[in-house]
């Protein structure tokens, strides 16, 4: 049986190829470290797993849940939004529960997309974004994000013709790959571009949490019209430590928030409302745990970043995310000094093409791994191939 338009004309897995190596370098006995993993390693903080227990042992948790989430989770994270950003947000119409950002983000072209229309998504980004188009039957129109305009994207190089027939904006800040940040001043730029251009803007809000060295991350919904012309992705993923429970929202503007409940409520049936219970506790408990988390980070990329820097590379400390964006060496595909770095040094970095054409020319290092394995991966890497030219 051949397969659905829609499946084949998913971009091939790009890190298949890495996936195959690491897999015969284990088997050769060799100690692989990765610097691959955007997944974080620290556990979930114990006052939400006993939230958890008690929420589990409790019968009325069992049914089927609500499919856009507990009233009392939802009003947690409009009450954490108050707190955190000074946002208002009406639980009742302007939150819905996700199991999982990934999967709002997946669903939202559905709520928009009709065959042939376009999204805007930026390049390098997360690849659900353009995933979620292509599988609602929509067409990406990419918006490179380059180093020269701190990998933000330049709204000024979109055609108006473009732009006035796209139905979706993904942005995300701080981001995955590059570590980049936003400030209030873009995302002005973005309220005013959506407004003219009639678009809705989906800001991928993952990283807010992951933050140093005294820089707070704002979020889109800060801005004045924000909540008119879009939504954001709020996940407990990254700072919680919770990628395996499956727990996000979106937030903001009340028609989009309303159409991504209705296509949840046909296809899924919402989050274990123990888990959403267990979420609640984590945004009604104290910011100190986020704390904690962003310290371990932190002190994991001042280690990464020094290494780089004695390896030859010009580079800053990201102000936030838990990713180093870094140019491969001249003479090297991504692909290829990835597949470098591997086998001499048996350490796994990402190459940057995975995240889109505009990659090309880079890697991502990760850093969900403790400082003393980054540290080893470091001295590998000086050992393999020394000092870089640039
Ligand atoms: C990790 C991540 C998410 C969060 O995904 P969940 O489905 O909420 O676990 C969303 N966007 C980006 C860019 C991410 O890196």
């Not at 994270?77 to 707190?83: L, P």
């Not at 995933?131 to 020269?148: C, F, K, N, Q, W």
């Not at 310290?295 to 990201?318: F, H, N, Q, T």
């Amino acid at each position: 049986m051949e397969q659905a338009q829609r499946i084949q004309k998913l971009p091939p897995y790009l890190f298949a190829r890495i996936e195959q190596k690491v897999a015969e370098a284990k088997e050769k006995g060799i100690d692989v470290i990765s610097l691959g993993i955007g997944d974080p390693d620290q556990p979930t903080p114990a006052h939400i797993i006993e939230a958890l227990k008690t929420a589990a042992d409790d019968a009325s948790n069992h049914q089927y849940p609500s499919s856009v989430g507990m009233i009392d989770y939802r009003t947690s994270v409009t009450d954490f939004y108050k707190r955190r950003f000074d946002v208002d947000l009406d639980p009742k119409t302007e939150v819905v529960t996700l199991i999982g950002s990934k999967e709002g983000i997946a669903n939202i072209s559905y709520c928009y997309i009709n065959p042939g229309d376009i999204n805007l998504i930026p390049d390098p980004g997360y690849p659900v974004y353009g995933i979620g188009t292509l599988l609602a039957g929509g067409d990406p129109y990419l918006m490179p994000l380059m180093e020269e305009n701190s990998y933000l994207p330049d709204l000024t190089k979109i055609p108006d013709e473009v732009a006035d027939k796209a139905k979706l904006m993904f942005i995300n800040y701080p981001n995955n790959p590059t570590g980049a940040t936003a400030t209030l001043e873009f995302y002005e730029e973005v309220v005013a571009f959506a407004k003219k251009h009639d678009l809705i803007v989906c800001s991928d809000a993952a990283y807010t949490e992951v933050t140093f060295d005294g820089y707070v991350a704002p979020s889109f919904l800060q801005v004045e019209g924000a909540k008119d012309v879009g939504i954001e992705f709020f996940s407990l993923s990254k700072p919680f430590n919770m990628t395996g429970w499956r727990i996000a929202a979106a937030v903001g503007r009340q028609d989009v928030v309303e159409a991504l409940g209705r296509i949840k409520s046909n296809i899924d049936s919402g989050a274990f409302q123990a888990v959403q219970l267990a979420a609640k506790a984590g945004l009604d408990g104290s910011y100190s745990v986020i704390e904690e988390t962003q310290r371990i980070y932190s002190e994991r990329m001042d280690v990464c970043v020094a290494g780089l820097r004695e390896l030859g590379w010009k580079l800053e400390k990201p102000q936030a995310s838990f990713y180093i964006w870094v140019k491969v060496p001249n003479g090297y595909t991504s692909a290829e000094f990835a597949e470098y770095v591997l086998e001499k040094a048996g350490v796994i970095i990402t190459p940057g093409n995975g995240y889109g054409q505009y990659g090309e020319g880079y890697f991502r290092i990760s850093l969900c791994i403790g400082k003393e394995r980054i540290t080893e991966a470091l001295k590998r890497m000086k050992d393999a191939i020394g000092t870089i030219e640039l």
